[in-house]
């Protein structure tokens, strides 16, 4: 196992679900309307007697031990040093066993001959230094990249509502349920 994980930390609390991030990785990687790495989900949760929205932004989470990889007959996928997961679309041979592999739903079939694309985390930018189009678009800072071994030091969750680690070890990880205090007018914040 690699000493280092890039993944996404993502903070459920402050989304405001306006998909810049799901609009950023769509018009950087060129796809169509129909297609999209990063999807953004509503949730409506019951707080204290209150409906309230929740959001979570999700694409292929690089796992550290990915299935997708596993199954692939052709080799066509595996794991940077850095813990990014591609696809090499020469290798695919469209089988769609890394779909069907997927429990997160983050890798499509596409074209005439259905080979897979996914999430690469935008690995060319990061290779330049620049962060990935989702991290950049996002205008809340809710979204970021990270190492994951350092997120996991610093306590960070790994599941949120509406995502759950199913065994893979997803490289994403969210910050723990923030829970609004009311201070009497007199305490310092």
């Known amino acids: 196992m690699s000493k280092f994980q890039k993944g996404f930390l993502f903070d459920q609390n402050f989304c405001i679900g306006c998909k810049a991030c799901e609009i950023a990785c769509q018009v950087y990687h060129q796809q169509d309307e129909f297609i999209n ?3 953004v989900d ?3 949760v019951n707080e204290d007697g209150m409906e309230k929205e929740l959001f979570l932004s999700h694409s292929c989470h690089h796992c550290e031990e990915p ?4 199954v692939c007959p052709s080799e066509a996928i ?3 040093k850095d813990g990014i997961v591609e696809i090499n679309r020469d290798k ?3 089988c769609g066993y890394c779909e069907q592999s997927c429990s997160y739903g983050a890798i499509t079939l596409m074209g005439k001959d259905k080979k897979a694309q996914k999430c690469n985390l935008c690995a060319e930018r990061l290779d330049e ?3 990935p189009a989702c991290v950049a678009g996002c205008p809340c800072d809710t979204l970021k990249l990270v190492d994951i071994f350092v997120a996991d030091s ?3 969750q790994k599941d949120c509502v509406g995502f759950k680690d199913l065994g893979f070890k997803p490289s994403i990880r969210f910050y723990p349920k923030f ?3 009311y201070y009497d007018k007199k305490v310092k914040l």
């Open 37 to 39: 790495w990063r999807v």
């Open 42 to 44: 509503t949730f409506i």
């Open 67 to 70: 299935e997708c990889m596993r």
């Open 78 to 80: 595996s794991k940077r």
């Open 92 to 94: 695919c041979i469209g």
């Open 129 to 131: 230094g620049e962060l």
């Open 154 to 156: 610093a306590k960070m």
């Open 179 to 181: 829970r609004a205090q």
